[in-house]
């Protein structure tokens, strides 16, 4: 079993940046894929970015790229996202997520989440 904690979200305006962090406990963090996913009221949970174990390779959504930055320091058990230019559509409730693979594979790897953490964007 694995305990996740989310920290960092609040309220920035539009065009601010926030970063989340994560830290992970209970199980091997360094040999899993990390990701963060994020749910909007009203919408379904989707899939923001991910990082593999050792953090050479890393995926994003399409809304996100060039704007947000996933990584991970291993010996602090500890996955980042850092949010540049933030947009009033990208408040929602960010989640951090464990996977079961080592690599990145598609959303469904994930199977361990933290209790997620509000970020708010004001236009």
Known sequence: QVQL???GG???QAGGSLRLSCEASGRTFSTHAMGWF??????EREFVAAIDWNGINTYYRDSVKG???????????TVYLQMNSLKPEDTAVYYCA??????????????SWGQGIQVTVSS
């Open 10 to 12: 609040g309220l920035v």
């Open 67 to 77: 704007r947000f930055t996933i990584s991970r320091d291993n010996a602090k058990n």
């Open 38 to 43: 994020r749910q909007a009221p009203g919408k």
């Open 5 to 7: 904690g989310e920290s």
């Open 98 to 111: 464990f996977s079961s693979r080592s690599y990145y594979f598609g959303p469904g790897d994930f199977g």
